[in-house]
Each structure stands twice: as structure tokens, then as C-alpha cells.
Antibody, heavy 118, light 109 residues
Framework: QVQLQESGPGLVKSSETLSLTCTVS????????WSWVRQSPEKGLEWIGY???????NYNPSLKSRVTLSADTSKNQFSLRLTSVTAADTAVYYC????????????WGQGTLVTVSS | EIVLTQSPATLSLSPGERATLSCRAS??????LAWYQQKPGQAPRLLIY???NRATGIPARFSGSGSGTDFTLTISSLESEDFAVYYC???????????FGGGTKVEIK
């Protein structure tokens, strides 16, 4: 059974960089795309982007200028960096696996709340 | 950007009743639509993909239909564990971009 676990600071200061890592167990990140999604009361579920295990990525146009995704097959992890954060970036951040060929999200982490403080 | 509009926002029903949830796309998404269930404090769970295919382990009381711009999720007979929020999601164009609907809350009447 594939399991995903997000990790990273729960509190980030405004204008700084949010960094999260998703560790995958029970399966390899190889041969899949992996995604980040966030959820806030204001915006609901918002797709951030996805990355292939070997490095190709695609981002939500609304966040593209601030987001970088990366993947590390040696650690079976993938990561999110979001720069210049504001209060609007406060949300629960989820990592998830993208289904092969379908572009749906079949395995999710439990989510981690990131609060941006001033 | 394709916008997904879900209705109603809230559905108040009793256990055993049939639930019908709607998701409308601002332009055709063919059959590239999924439904998720989310309970408080949990991540979304994939229920239906490609509009009508149940994901692994999803009970037969959940069914999806539709294509193009209009989609429906039906729960044939509500169980207590089905009271939750349901989201639709589509992928558009190439490279694919994912968007979610605003959700429908199914609550106990």
C-alpha cells in the first residue's frame, strides 16, 4: 500500500520561502507523476503542480512564478518550494500520486497545515 | 481555464436516500472527470475517474455519469459514512492542468 507523508515547517514568515517534502513509502516514485494540492477555506482545493520522477514539471499558471517542484529518487521523495509567501498561502498542503494516464490523484498524504505569519 | 461548478452547495438527506450531485464544466472536458470524497480532517479520496469508473475499493452504491460539460455523481442509498464533502476534478489540455470544483456537502437531514 502506497503511503505519502508531508513534512516541513508549520509556520512560515511572510515574504519567506515555504518548503515541504513528501516521503513515499510502500512503492517507488519511479514511473509516476507526483503532485501538490493545497486547500484553504477561501480557495477550496487548488492544484499547485506536478512533477515526473525524472524531473519534468508543470505548474498552476497562477503560482508558476513562485513554485518549484523537485524529485529525489534516491530518497523516494519529492518536494515543494513556494517563494515570497503571503497570508493567502496559508493552507493545508497535500502531496498526492497522479494516476498513470488519467491525471487523477489516487493516493494522498494526510496533509500539513502551513500558516504564514506577518 | 476550465471552471467546474458544483451544485447544490449542500444536500440534506437521510440515510437510505438517494443522493444526486452535479458538476458542470465551463467547456467540454470529454470524460476526463473525477469525483473525490473528503471527510473532516482527512485528505480527499478518489471515488470515480474518467466520469464513470469506480476506483479500487469503492462500493457499488457510488456511480458516475456524464460527458462533455455535465456530470453526475449518484449515491444510490446513503450510508452513515457517506456524509461528507464531494469534489469533482478535471484535467484539461496538454500539458494537463488540474482544477477542482467548489464541492457539495452531503449532510444528515
Amino acid at each position: 500500500q502506497v503511503q505519502l507523508q508531508e513534512s516541513g515547517p508549520g509556520l512560515v514568515k511572510s515574504s519567506e520561502t515555504l518548503s515541504l517534502t513528501c516521503t513515499v513509502s510502500g512503492g517507488s516514485i519511479s514511473n509516476y507523476y507526483w503532485s501538490w494540492v493545497r486547500q484553504s477555506p477561501e480557495k477550496g482545493l487548488e492544484w499547485i503542480g506536478y512533477i515526473y520522477y525524472s524531473g519534468g514539471a508543470n505548474y498552476n499558471p497562477s503560482l508558476k512564478s513562485r513554485v518549484t517542484l523537485s524529485a529525489d529518487t534516491s530518497k523516494n521523495q519529492f518536494s515543494l518550494r513556494l517563494t515570497s509567501v503571503t497570508a493567502a498561502d496559508t493552507a493545508v498542503y497535500y502531496c498526492a500520486r497522479v494516476t498513470m494516464g488519467g491525471w487523477y490523484l489516487d493516493y494522498w498524504g494526510q496533509g500539513t497545515l502551513v500558516t504564514v505569519s506577518s | 481555464e476550465i471552471v467546474l461548478t458544483q451544485s447544490p452547495a449542500t444536500l440534506s438527506l437521510s440515510p437510505g436516500e438517494r443522493a444526486t450531485l452535479s458538476c458542470r464544466a465551463s467547456q467540454s472536458v470529454s470524460s476526463y472527470l473525477a469525483w473525490y470524497q473528503q471527510k473532516p480532517g482527512q485528505a480527499p479520496r478518489l471515488l470515480i475517474y474518467d466520469a464513470s469508473n469506480r476506483a479500487t475499493g469503492i462500493p457499488a452504491r457510488f456511480s458516475g455519469s456524464g460527458s462533455g460539460t455535465d456530470f453526475t455523481l449518484t449515491i444510490s442509498s446513503l450510508e452513515s459514512e457517506d456524509f461528507a464533502v464531494y469534489y469533482c476534478q478535471q484535467r484539461s489540455d496538454w500539458p494537463p492542468r488540474l482544477t477542482f470544483g467548489g464541492g457539495t456537502k452531503v449532510e444528515i437531514k
